[in-house]
């Protein structure tokens, strides 16, 4: 029987995490209190969302919002760090927002009477820098740290992409790695290849000099091509943060 694996819905993964944290009752009394009380064609929003103008809130009617379409921050932050994800403004996608999405903008315009500002995207790195479609989320700040999700388009995220970028996540994830790494090579070092009689001190010479290696061509790329761990560039704008 073949074993088939499904592709990973980063909505829904989102969503999970953050109904693990806060209850819906609690986000929605946030935002009611977050919340105050015209209509934008669809040229002006392709035009906000190419410009990207600063907005830190918009004037959402607390009746109309979605339960399920508010996260916070701390939940955007988490999905981003564990997925190698950015969360950066919609002004820095490279590829155009699809019409779907800037239609669902100017049906909450008309609902909301008001005209959306601050648009953010979430989405792999390569996203904002060549035009692809891996799973990107449009949200636009409700306020005090939350965010309202419009959009989500493209394919599902590779299943296994929180497991591959774990290593990237933080620096002791990747010390984690180098060592582990470091150990299976040690392992597979011939016993004889420098003595006939291979003791445990040779053993962890051995390991510290592969570890020495692949710790110092992880540094030389690194530097090299600018790389950064997760926790550190899912909102930053530069490519080499």
């Known amino acids: 029987m073949q074993l088939k694996i499904s592709p990973t819905n ?7 995490y953050r109904n693990r944290t806060i209850d819906e009752n609690d986000i929605m009394n946030q935002v009611h209190d977050i919340l105050q009380t015209h209509s934008s064609s669809e040229k002006s929003i392709q035009l906000e969302l190419k410009e990207g103008n600063f907005a830190e ?10 339960t399920d379409k508010i996260f916070h921050i701390n939940d955007i932050e988490k999905i981003c760090v564990d997925y190698r994800l950015r969360f950066l403004n919609a002004n820095l996608l490279k590829s155009e927002v699809p019409l779907e999405a800037v239609k669902k903008i100017k049906a909450l315009e008309k609902q909301h ?19 692809n479609a891996d799973d990107p989320l449009l949200f636009a700040p409700i306020g005090n740290g939350y965010y309202y999700l419009i959009h989500k388009w493209g394919n599902d995220l590779h299943p296994f992409r ?10 002791e ?14 392992l597979l070092v011939p016993d004889g290849l420098f003595s006939q009689d ?14 020495k290696w692949l710790a110092g ?9 600018g790389k950064n761990f ?12």
Not at 123 to 129: E, G, I
Not at 162 to 171: A, D, I, N, Q, R
């Open 57 to 66: 809130s918009n004037a959402f009617i607390f009746d109309f919002l979605k």
């Open 198 to 211: 291979q003791s445990i001190t040779q053993f962890l010479m051995i390991f510290f000099f592969i570890f």
């Open 173 to 186: 994830n990747f010390v984690v790695l180098l060592l582990a790494g470091s150990f299976l090579c040690a």
């Open 113 to 131: 009477h008001t005209s959306l500002k601050g648009f953010k995207i979430m989405a792999p790195s390569k996203l904002f820098k060549l035009e």
């Open 162 to 171: 929180k497991v591959l970028m774990w290593p990237f996540k933080t620096l």
């Open 230 to 241: 997760s926790s550190e560039i899912w909102n930053s704008k530069y490519y080499n943060a």
């Open 10 to 16: 980063i909505e829904q993964r989102l969503l999970k």
């Open 217 to 225: 061509l992880s540094i030389f790329y690194g530097f090299k091509m």
